[in-house]
């Protein structure tokens, strides 16, 4: 199967942001996995003049984790798909949280858009496998963040066992897929299964994170039927980030 990218990938949330909380209701732990991704951010006290960027924000599940994490932080959002930000900006939110229609790719030309650093921290929650070129972000995420700033990032990653894969996708082709055919969004649920396929074992990004410059980087597994399946992958920008 060839995956969705770049507009077309965009285009297939913008069609999918009706459901898509509705869907990812169905997940159990979804919301939970995420707050503990976000708090392994260990941010310190109630986040209080921190700036945050939730980077592939969607729905805002991700930033809702950051606010709860840090519910002092001024937070900056952003998507790549329209339809995901409009249900986003729907939601009650306090001021210091923003969000912006940007992909990650776009990021590179920090301040043109009012995304200006440096960050005290990021939080990436299912984007990487998305993105054409992740080696390229991840080294704006690293420009972006402050020396010593701290990166989580909230992943399908499995862990290298072909008992991960099989359960991936016989949760993917009794779940997952029927649930999207029912929305008429098989195609974006089909790219999900066969993304995480491809995308880069818990080990491998762990290593592609240590080789962006990134320092400390340890996959963590999250609990439930996921173990295995998805990690929080934290980081600290070096010294030379900016």
Same mark, same amino acid.
């Given at each position: 199967?060839?995956?969705?990218?770049?507009?077309?990938?965009?285009?297939?949330?913008?069609?999918?942001?009706?459901?898509?909380?509705? %869907?990812?209701?169905?997940?159990?732990?979804?919301?939970?996995?995420?707050?503990?991704?976000?708090?392994?951010?260990?941010?310190?006290?109630?986040?209080?003049?921190?700036?945050?960027?939730?980077?592939?924000?969607?729905?805002?599940?991700?930033?809702?984790?950051? %606010?709860?994490?840090?519910?002092?932080?001024?937070?900056?959002?952003?998507?790549?798909?329209?339809?995901?930000?409009?249900?986003?900006?729907?939601?009650?939110?306090?001021?210091?949280?923003?969000?912006?229609?940007?992909?990650?790719?776009?990021?590179?030309?920090?301040?043109?858009?009012?995304?200006?650093?440096? =960050?005290?921290?990021? =939080?990436?929650?299912?984007?990487?496998?998305?993105?054409?070129?992740?080696?390229?972000?991840?080294?704006?995420?690293?420009?972006?963040?402050?020396?010593?700033?701290?990166?989580?990032?909230?992943?399908?990653?499995?862990?290298?066992?072909?008992?991960?894969?099989?359960?991936?996708?016989?949760?993917?082709?009794?779940?997952?897929?029927?649930?999207?055919?029912?929305?008429?969004?098989?195609?974006?649920?089909?790219?999900?299964?066969?993304?995480?396929?491809?995308?880069?074992?818990?080990?491998? =990004?762990?290593?592609? %994170?240590?080789?962006?410059?990134?320092?400390?980087?340890?996959?963590?597994?999250?609990?439930?039927?996921?173990?295995?399946?998805?990690?929080? =992958?934290?980081?600290?920008?070096?010294?030379?980030?900016?």
């Amino acid at each position: 199967m060839t995956l969705l990218r770049d507009h077309d990938l965009a285009r297939a949330f913008d069609h999918a942001s009706s459901t898509y909380d509705r %869907l990812t209701g169905l997940n159990p732990g979804y919301r939970a996995d995420l707050l503990r991704s976000a708090r392994r951010l260990k941010l310190p006290g109630d986040g209080a003049g921190l700036h945050l960027l939730d980077l592939g924000c969607g729905t805002g599940a991700s930033t809702r984790a950051l %606010l709860r994490a840090a519910p002092r932080a001024r937070i900056t959002a952003v998507d790549a798909s329209a339809g995901m930000l409009r249900r986003a900006l729907a939601k009650p939110w306090p001021d210091g949280v923003r969000f912006l229609h940007l992909s990650a790719e776009e990021l590179d030309a920090a301040g043109e858009d009012g995304v200006e650093g440096p =960050f005290d921290a990021v =939080f990436a929650a299912y984007l990487f496998r998305n993105v054409s070129d992740p080696d390229g972000v991840l080294a704006t995420v690293r420009r972006l963040l402050r020396p010593g700033g701290r990166l989580a990032v909230h992943e399908y990653s499995l862990g290298g066992s072909p008992a991960h894969r099989a359960l991936w996708t016989a949760v993917c082709q009794g779940v997952i897929i029927p649930a999207g055919t029912l929305t008429g969004d098989r195609a974006l649920y089909r790219h999900l299964w066969h993304s995480v396929l491809d995308f880069d074992t818990a080990r491998d =990004f762990t290593g592609r %994170l240590t080789r962006a410059g990134f320092t400390g980087a340890r996959a963590l597994p999250l609990a439930g039927w996921q173990t295995g399946i998805t990690h929080t =992958f934290v980081a600290a920008a070096g010294e030379t980030s900016r």
